[in-house]
Nanobody, 128 residues
Framework: QVQVVESGGGLVQAGGSLRLSCAASGRTFSMYLMGWFRQAPGKEREFVAAISGSGGFTKYADSEKGRFTISRDNAKNTVYLQMNSLKPEDTAVYHC?????????????????????WGQGTQVTVSS
């Protein structure tokens, strides 16, 4: 099993930046696909970005492409989400998720049901 804890959320003005971090427990972090999802009030949880265990493959939602960057440091058991040019519509609770796999499947990386372990989330609020 793995536990994940997010941090780095906060209040930022439109056009600003934030970097979210997700710290994971366990000694096999590099075996886990890691994803970021977000959920705004009254909306379903939606995919933001994902990264393979080695860090060699990444996937972004179309609305985030070019603004967000996902990365990971397996030595620190941490995955990051750098968010630039933030918009009010990016306001949500951002969740980190993990799934143990050696297979990269682009479609599955975007599916909430793929992931087994979830963090409590960190609030991101973008003011206009």
């Amino acid at each position: 099993q793995v536990q994940v804890v997010e941090s780095g959320g906060g209040l930022v003005q439109a056009g600003g930046s934030l970097r979210l971090s997700c710290a994971a427990s366990g000694r096999t972090f590099s075996m886990y696909l890691m994803g970021w999802f977000r959920q705004a009030p009254g909306k379903e949880r939606e995919f933001v970005a994902a990264i393979s265990g080695s860090g060699g493959f990444t996937k972004y939602a179309d609305s985030e492409k070019g603004r967000f960057t996902i990365s990971r440091d397996n030595a620190k058991n941490t995955v990051y989400l750098q968010m630039n040019s933030l918009k009010p519509e990016d306001t949500a609770v951002y969740h980190c998720a993990a799934h143990r796999t050696f297979v990269w499947n682009t479609v599955q990386t975007m599916d909430v049901k793929t992931y087994d372990y979830w963090g409590q989330g960190t609030q991101v609020t973008v003011s206009s």
